[in-house]
T-cell receptor, first 112, second 114 residues
Framework: DAKTTQPPSMDCAEGRAANLPCNHS???????VYWYRQIHSQGPQYIIH???NNETNEMASLIITEDRKSSTLILPHATLRDTAVYYC?????????????FGSGTRLSIRP | DAGVIQSPRHEVTEMGQEVTLRCKPI?????LFWYRQTMMRGLELLIY????????DSGMPEDRFSAKMPNASFSTLKIQPSEPRDSAVYFC????????????FGSGTQLSVL
């Protein structure tokens, strides 16, 4: 699976949009981009995933560049409860050798 | 559905003792994963099962660790004998193939080996 690079930490004001970047320059054509987050003392939580089109759900939006070498997770109106570590993961979906490997992620702090 | 259920929530034991962690995946999920999390090493994948069969155990640190999945609704991770360096949070997760491969995690077991 392709390697990802994320900033170790970011902060954002409450109510503003939080934009979390992820670089995955070695991504292959059949690899998806997944985002998870981990709130303190809890297990990681799935947020969203996509292949090449932008995706949106009730939690966030995922913007993937046309060359697919980077992506941005957008939390449109950040709240204090969005304070967490956010993991960007690139992997082949529907694979029998399926492994989700978590990197170090981005620690997002939402300030009041 | 109650989600992935792990027990115990906390475990404190002494070095050399056997520790058994338990996991009940979400009903119908055919993949089950065991992860370990520490400050130093982050989230590490230990082993995962598909349809109760271990697929990849390359992350299991050593022979002291073993995992089983006797049926679709139950898995155990055993450490025997335990050592202080095994202290960590152990997470179990399950997923449904064909469901976008979203992992659903349990609340974890906080293990402290004294």
């Amino acid at each position: 699976d392709a390697k990802t690079t994320q900033p170790p930490s970011m902060d954002c004001a409450e109510g503003r949009a939080a934009n979390l970047p992820c670089n995955h320059s070695t991504i292959s054509g059949n690899e998806y981009v997944y985002w998870y987050r981990q709130i303190h003392s809890q297990g990681p939580q799935y947020i969203i995933h996509g292949l090449k089109n932008n995706e949106t759900n009730e939690m966030a939006s995922l913007i993937i560049t046309e060359d697919r070498k980077s992506s941005t997770l957008i939390l449109p109106h950040a709240t204090l409860r969005d304070t967490a570590v956010y993991y960007c993961i690139v992997r082949v979906a529907q694979s029998s050798a399926s492994k989700i490997i978590f990197g170090s992620g981005t620690r997002l702090s939402i300030r009041p | 559905d109650a989600g992935v259920i792990q027990s115990p929530r906390h475990e404190v034991t002494e070095m050399g003792q056997e520790v058994t962690l338990r996991c009940k995946p979400i009903s119908g999920h055919d993949y089950l994963f065991w992860y370990r999390q520490t400050m130093m090493r982050g989230l590490e994948l230990l082993i995962y099962f598909n349809n109760n069969v271990p697929i990849d155990d390359s992350g299991m640190p050593e022979d002291r660790f073993s995992a089983k999945m006797p049926n679709a609704s139950f898995s155990t991770l055993k450490i025997q004998p335990s050592e202080p360096r095994d202290s960590a949070v152990y997470f179990c997760a399950s997923s449904l193939s064909g469901g976008g491969e979203k992992l659903f995690f349990g609340s974890g077991t906080q293990l402290s080996v004294l």
